[in-house]
């Protein structure tokens, strides 16, 4: 056999064996196409699209860790305690934005979760609501849990947090709204009580200038108040105003038969604001039947200390005095780091 005859059969065999290997050869599929995270900028910043949806979703919240100091800090239900507890919070609130024909839909769910130690800890629904063209339904906090910037103001009475039904109108720097409200807290005697209230407030900005005026009516102990308040930028600070009034007991303000309160919240510097505070309270408490208000008054300091360590890194602390008419006057404070995100 010469060496042509020896390539020629060579290349033949070659052939045979490549067919065969073409005939049984294994395509890869194509990779399906990864869909990544995308940034809606629609609602401002922090919001993303859920893979697969036209919705936009934020997420957020804080880890606290707070130490509170006072008579019975940290007290038990039966009211034993020492001067002084430590608890820790952590919060989380998903936001939830998608357009249609009548503006953003809006979904709110706040979730939190309270350690006062390893065995004593509790996770509430802190808010969860549903919020279009200025309507919004479900469990949320009412403007009176709006206050002043420090800690010294008690402009609120009871718990501010109920399942509502609101509609707000706004319109640039202005707002309106109307809101019901199950009152099933505070002197209410729970599920069994289904008792109403109705609220309303306006408020808005005039330049450097912010106010808000809200009222309460309880329908169950038909009594009510109202509340007005305001901020204003002066000098290195902002002072604020506030004055409340009730007709009686009811769910949103009873502390006294009225107050007036006063702050200037000093910006000392990009990360430092200093805030001392006062407030007076005209017939404090119940009288003795415990039908009507007494007839004493109060007064009440104090000072509250904010402080940027970092970006998102807080540091607070806050002092406060109470001096009643005819009762113990009580000091009491917390201090407080707080990291959001």
């Not at 939190?112 to 549903?130: C, G, H, K, P, R």
């Not at 720097?173 to 008792?195: K, M, P, Q, R, T």
């Amino acid at each position: 056999m010469n060496i042509k005859s020896l390539l020629l059969g060579s290349a033949a065999a070659l052939a045979v064996v490549s067919g065969a290997q073409a005939a049984d050869a294994i395509v890869a599929a194509e990779p399906e196409p990864v869909e990544y995270v995308r940034v809606c900028d629609a609602y401002g910043t922090g919001y993303f699209y859920i893979p697969g949806t036209e919705t936009c979703l934020k997420i957020e919240g804080y880890i606290r860790f707070q130490v509170d100091a006072g008579r019975n800090a940290g007290a038990d239900a039966d009211g034993n305690g020492s001067d002084w507890d430590a608890f820790t919070r952590g919060q989380v609130q998903f936001t939830a934005k998608s357009d249609t024909e009548y503006g953003p839909l809006t979904g709110v769910i706040v979730l939190q979760a309270n350690a006062d130690n390893q065995s004593v800890q509790e996770t509430i629904l802190d808010s969860a609501y549903i919020d279009i063209a200025g309507f919004r339904a479900g469990l949320f906090y009412s403007w009176w849990d709006d206050g002043l910037s420090g800690e010294t103001d008690v402009l609120a009475s009871h718990s501010t947090l109920h399942n509502s039904i609101r509609y707000q109108y706004e319109s640039g720097d202005f707002y309106a709204g109307v809101s019901v409200d199950e009152l099933e807290d505070a002197i209410h005697d729970g599920e069994f009580s289904n008792d109403v209230g109705i609220a309303a407030g306006i408020g808005g900005k005039a330049g450097a200038f912010s106010y808000q005026v809200i009222g309460g009516y309880d329908t169950d102990t038909e009594d009510g108040a109202i509340r007005a308040m305001g901020t204003v930028a002066i000098g290195p600070g902002t002072l604020g105003l506030a004055a409340a009034w009730a007709s009686g007991f009811n769910a949103y303000y009873d502390e006294s038969e009225w107050t007036v309160a006063a702050e200037y919240a000093i910006q000392a510097t990009d990360k430092l604001k200093i805030t001392p505070g006062v407030q007076y309270f005209g017939n404090y408490g119940t009288n003795a039947a415990g039908d009507d208000f007494s007839s004493d008054d109060a007064w009440k300091v104090g000072l509250t200390v904010d402080y940027q360590i970092v970006e998102n890194f807080y540091a607070k602390a806050s002092v406060q005095y109470v001096d009643p008419d005819g009762q113990d006057e009580e000091t009491t404070g917390y201090f407080r780091l707080q990291r959001a995100f």
